[in-house]
């Protein structure tokens, strides 16, 4: 697959880091007109309470109206498993059309069946406006973006491209954190690697925005690095790390790693394109807990 590259154009770039999951969510902005993009967006829970609401997406909300911008796309860069999305409820507010991997539906009809999910979940994808496949173009005002399906951490994470900007979901974290997990269903780590050196093959210059940070021997949390220092200072792929030894390395490490601790919430959630779920005959919501189910 060959992509549309063009570096030349440079997007503004806003991160939102959400302290709770460690999540950074993004604005990104045509620099000739008043379009953007949101990338990874967060919705808040206090899952032991079993209450939800909308600090982090509001900060958004606020942010775009302020600046007077146009959203034309959300964009999920995969169904997440440690924070909920607030696509819907900014796309209620903003407009735009809401975009993910179109592996969505593998990944639907995993978690319909881990969920015990009806009929009345749909395994097609069909809750997303767009279902980007690899290399797939589109537009944020006059700035050309595309998609590259980056497998490994889940079936459907793409990194999606917009000028010199890569938004890079869970492939990368920044040098110092090293690789995203690849131990959920559909997971994998050698696909992981494989994803991970197309990211790698974009030019040096790229900026890589990552969706996670986690501060890493106590530094302070950052978001965005670039190809060439990633290929030089990666812990987990950096200096030429061959597919063997990664893939040693990390399904080691997964071994030791526990659940997210809103995985649960997140995937019932995500998988319908961050709705929640439907309402019973008295007219409330639940999550459900499968014991021993994932
Ligand atoms: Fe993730």
Not at 172 to 184: E, K, Q, T, V, Y
Not at 202 to 229: K, Q, S
Request: glycine residues 10%.
């Amino acid at each position: 697959m060959t992509y549309p590259i063009d570096t030349s154009v440079k997007p503004e770039v806003t991160g939102f880091f959400d302290p709770a999951t460690n999540t950074v969510s993004y604005v990104v902005k045509d620099p000739a007109t008043d379009a953007c993009a949101i990338v990874d967006s967060v919705m808040d829970i206090d899952y032991a309470a079993g209450r939800i609401s909308y600090g982090h997406a509001d900060q958004i909300i606020d942010f775009v109206e302020r600046h007077q911008l146009r959203v034309e796309w959300l964009i999920e860069t995969h169904v997440h498993a440690d924070h909920l999305s607030a696509a819907p409820y900014i796309q209620g507010r903003l407009g735009g059309k809401l975009g993910i991997g179109s592996k969505i539906k593998v990944v639907q009809e995993t978690f319909g069946k881990i969920f015990n999910e009806g009929t009345e979940f749909q395994r097609d994808g069909s809750q997303f406006d767009r279902l980007f496949e690899d290399g797939d173009t589109y537009e944020i005002g006059t700035m050309k973006a595309f998609a590259i399906h980056t497998p490994g951490h889940t079936p459907a994470c793409m990194t999606h491209v917009i000028g010199d900007a890569a938004f890079v979901g869970d492939t990368l974290f920044m040098p110092d954190g090293g690789s995203a997990r690849a131990d959920f269903p559909g997971g994998d780590a050698g696909t992981l690697y494989d994803s991970i050196q197309k990211v790698l093959a974009l030019p040096d210059e790229t900026r890589l925005f990552m969706c996670h940070d986690y501060a890493p021997n106590g530094r302070e949390i950052r978001w965005e690095t670039t190809v060439a220092e990633e290929k030089a200072h990666n812990i987990h792929v950096g200096q030429g790390t061959t597919r063997e030894a990664f893939v040693k390395m990390r399904e080691e490490r997964d071994a030791s790693l526990d659940m997210p601790k809103l995985i649960i919430p997140s995937l019932q959630i995500n998988m319908r394109a961050g709705e929640l779920p439907p309402a019973d005959e008295s007219g409330k919501r639940f999550l459900k807990v499968p014991l021993n189910g994932l």
